[in-house]
C-alpha cells in the first residue's frame, strides 16, 4: 500500500487504481493528523472505499439552519454527514479523538449502505437482520441505514456493545467484510489513541 501523498492540506489516499479518497482539513484537526486517518483508512478492505471522493473535516460547525443537514440547533449527534451525490464525507467540530473516528466510520457506513451493498444484501439487511435484534445504539433506533452506520462504527471501534448483537455482527462479518481479516487490533489502537494528540 502507498503511503498517502501529503499536499499542504490534502492526503490522497490510493489503495489501487479505482481508489483515490482525498483528505481535507485534517490539518486543521487537533484530534488526528491526515497522516492517522489515511493510515486507518489503508487497513480496511479496499472494496469498502470504492466510489468514495472526499473525506473533509471542519474546524468550525456549521451555522445550523443553513443547511438541509442540520436540522436543529444543540443537536450533537450532527457531526457529520455522507452526500451520496458529491460522494463526500463532512465531519464537523468535534470534541475528542474517539467521536472523530466515530462520526468517520458511521459516515463511511452511510457510503458503503449506499453504494457498497448489492440490493440482496441491503434487502437482506433491511428484512432479515435489522429487526432481529435490538438497535445497536440509541441513534441506531432511527431507522435500517442508521443503525447498519453505527453498527459498523461500533464494530470498528471495538466497543462492548455488540457483544449481544450476534447476528448483526455476523453479517458485518461474513457480508460485508467477506470473512477477510481486518486487522482490528491495529486500527483499534490508532482510533482509541486518547493520549496522542497531533496537530
Ligand atoms: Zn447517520
Given at each position: 500500500?502507498d ?5 499542504a492540506n490534502?492526503?490522497?489516499?490510493r489503495?489501487?487504481?479505482n ?12 484530534w ?11 487497513m480496511l478492505?479496499k ?13 468550525q ?11 436543529a440547533?444543540g ?12 460522494r463526500?464525507?463532512?465531519?464537523q467540530?468535534v470534541?475528542?479523538?474517539a467521536?472523530?473516528?466515530?462520526v ?19 434487502k437482506?439487511?433491511v428484512?432479515?437482520i ?21 453498527l ?6 471495538g466497543?462492548s456493545?455488540?457483544?449481544?448483537r450476534p ?10 467484510l467477506r ?17 496522542n494528540?497531533?496537530?
Amino acid at each position: 500500500m502507498d503511503q498517502g501523498l501529503n499536499q499542504a492540506n490534502q492526503t490522497e489516499v490510493r489503495a489501487d487504481v479505482n481508489i483515490h479518497v482525498s483528505l481535507w482539513g485534517f490539518r486543521q484537526c487537533p484530534w488526528a493528523s491526515p497522516e492517522s486517518v489515511a493510515h486507518v483508512l489503508e487497513m480496511l478492505p479496499k472494496h469498502l472505499l470504492l466510489g468514495l471522493a472526499h473525506i473533509r473535516y471542519l474546524s468550525q460547525a456549521l451555522v445550523p439552519s443553513t443547511t438541509t443537514w442540520v436540522s436543529a440547533p444543540g443537536n450533537v449527534s450532527l457531526s457529520g454527514v455522507y452526500s451520496q451525490e458529491d460522494r463526500t464525507i463532512l465531519i464537523q467540530a468535534v470534541h475528542s479523538r474517539a467521536k472523530l473516528f466515530h462520526v468517520l466510520f458511521h459516515e463511511l457506513g452511510h457510503h458503503i449502505y449506499f453504494a457498497v451493498l448489492d440490493s440482496v444484501e441491503k434487502k437482506r439487511w433491511v428484512v432479515d437482520i435489522w429487526g432481529s435484534e435490538d438497535p445497536v445504539s440509541e441513534y441506531g433506533k432511527r431507522n435500517a441505514a442508521e443503525d447498519f452506520a453505527e453498527l459498523f462504527a461500533l464494530y470498528l471501534r471495538g466497543t462492548s456493545l455488540l457483544i449481544d448483537r450476534p447476528i448483526k455482527t455476523r453479517f458485518l462479518r461474513e457480508t460485508l467484510l467477506r470473512s477477510k481479516a481486518v486487522p482490528l487490533e491495529a486500527i483499534r489502537a490508532v482510533v482509541n489513541d486518547e493520549g496522542n494528540m497531533e496537530g
